[in-house]
């Protein structure tokens, strides 16, 4: 005997089938938590008052983050600029094993992260997540070039492209399912959206703004495109980003990296003057007003508890904020670290990192355990239970232990290095730092040959006893000296500082021709 079901019973049966596996899948794959990765650009330690108890830029959203989450106060950049720390995130690895061993890509340059590199949105994808990159790219990528190029990582040249053709070698070629922003930093051109490797609008003019806060570099500019509403318009992607992956069944990653506080230091209308201190002070409480954009979308969408929110910077603060301005006011964007931006100083390095991760970490803790840009890679490794080959993350260690562990002092690294613009080196393990270099590696003090001369050839500063690094001890510990030049010629050597098999640095091997390596 043949049973004939009856349609609307079939249909009925269908449904319940779909909507088992429908809830099937959302509980499997949200068994790992959402990830919203905040990245600023040139904000200093300083800048922030829950870091700063003398700040006179009240950061109120960022404080809130700090009191529902886990502050972190020995927290550093790869580098002391924005490339090679945007290099130094994606991939876990030192920005300077890869090609770029000084200075910053330019909008027009060629791609630094080569695609057959593991990284941490290929490695979320892998493990079942929507993963977005919204805002400053800065890492390269091809445009379709008109012409022949030369001298194409020049921050003020321009070249003809093809704005109808797609950009290759972008952030989809390295893990984003969505991506949504730029090439360069703001002040270099072309400016000009790309969405999921597409230009938004073509360009129909040049722009240029000379004034030394609001500058930007000449070049064309995309009919969409207004410097001033740059930041809005991001914070406005990145919260639909939210509320649309918040109704999807896998959990969601999103790299946000902001254009701000760095040049052009453009707040809108509503910010001006608020601060009380100058413009950039003015820009900053737009920065910490992203940050609240953010944190309501998820409260709103019901995900802000089940969400490892991170906020950090990429590198100190600017000379470009007019440190004379804020000095007037006693505002200081390095608190109490030498040096700014592009320094090996802990002031061109040392950040904010603050972890909001409701579900598992304990309101308002603090850690001094020192980590680095470089280690979300295995954080969010060691988060979805992914094992690292060896040639990834060379210099990538979790803090996952410490989101959930009562004990804030819990060591992770044996050591970290630091890098500045202009390719110094610096090792810092425990509390002693040894900088291979006679001055700032920066830009500030000591940097020109008459500032330089008769210095000693390199610095050794204990960071508990003289944070503010003003009394080099090179001449009474030379076994430190020795024991810290020794682990970090091995890191170098090794091509990685984890444990693990040893890997090859790209590009020339220039590490003989530093003195302190020998032969």
């Given at each position: 005997m ?62 809130r ?26 991939t ?9 061993k ?47 190029t ?11 492209v ?25 002040d ?35 009919s ?96 470009k ?85 009562t004990?804030?002092r ?37 940097r ?72």
């Amino acid at each position: 005997m043949h049973i004939i079901e009856k349609p609307q019973t079939l249909f009925l049966f269908v449904l319940l089938v779909v909507s088992f596996q429908t809830r099937a899948q959302t509980s499997n794959s949200r068994d790992h938590p959402n990830i919203v990765y905040i990245l600023a650009d040139d904000l200093g330690i300083g800048d922030v008052s829950g870091y700063n108890p003398d700040s006179k830029i009240h950061t109120k959203n960022i404080d809130r983050l700090i009191n529902g989450g886990l502050k972190f106060t020995d927290a550093h950049t790869s580098s002391a600029v924005c490339t090679p720390t945007r290099y130094g995130i994606i991939t876990g690895r030192y920005n300077w094993r890869s090609t770029l061993k000084s200075g910053v890509l330019g909008g027009y340059s060629k791609p630094l992260i080569p695609n057959d590199r593991l990284t941490v949105g290929k490695l979320l994808q892998e493990k079942g997540y929507h993963t977005a990159f919204v805002g400053k790219w800065h890492l390269g990528w091809d445009w379709a070039f008109e012409e022949n190029t030369s001298n194409i990582d020049n921050l003020a040249n321009n070249f003809e492209v093809d704005y109808t053709k797609p950009i290759k070698n972008g952030p989809k070629d390295l893990g984003f399912t969505y991506s949504y922003g730029f090439s360069g930093s703001l002040d270099m051109p072309p400016y000009v959206y790309v969405e999921d490797s597409r230009i938004t609008a073509v360009p129909d003019r040049v722009t240029v703004n000379v004034d030394d806060k609001g500058f930007w570099r000449e070049g064309p500019t995309g009919s969409n495109f207004d410097h001033v509403q740059v930041l809005p318009h991001l914070t406005q992607k990145a919260v639909e980003y939210i509320q649309t992956q918040s109704n999807a069944p896998e959990p969601f990653f999103l790299y946000f990296a902001l254009p701000a506080p760095h040049t052009p230091i453009l707040p809108t209308t509503e910010f001006m003057g608020k601060s009380n201190t100058n413009m950039y002070g003015d820009f900053m409480l737009q920065v910490d007003d992203v940050l609240g954009q953010i944190m309501q979308a998820l409260e709103e969408q019901g995900e802000l508890d089940n969400t490892i929110l991170i906020f950090t910077s990429d590198n100190g603060c600017s000379p470009k904020a007019s440190f004379p301005e804020l000095e007037k006011v006693n505002h200081d964007p390095s608190y109490i670290y030498r040096g700014h931006k592009a320094d090996i100083y802990e002031g061109g390095h040392r950040v904010p990192f603050i972890v909001h991760w409701p579900e598992k970490t304990q309101k308002a803790q603090t850690t001094s355990a020192t980590i680095c840009t470089t280690d979300l890679m295995a954080t969010v490794a060691d988060l979805v239970n992914y094992k690292l080959p060896d040639q990834a993350g060379e210099d990538s260690f979790s803090f996952l232990p410490l989101l959930t562990s009562t004990d804030a002092r819990l060591p992770l690294r044996e050591a970290t290095v630091h890098h500045s613009i202009d390719g110094s080196f610096a090792i810092r393990k425990a509390e002693w730092k040894l900088i291979l270099c006679p001055g700032s590696g920066g830009w500030s003090f000591p940097r020109t040959p008459e500032e330089l001369e008769g210095l000693p050839s390199m610095q050794l500063y204990n960071l508990d006893t003289d944070p503010g690094e003003e009394q080099n001890l090179i001449k009474n510990h030379p076994d430190k000296v020795e024991e810290l030049k020794s682990l970090l010629t091995a890191y170098i050597q090794n091509g990685r500082s984890t444990p693990g098999a040893l890997q090859k640095n790209d590009g020339p091997e220039t590490w003989k021709q530093l003195h302190w390596m020998g032969d």
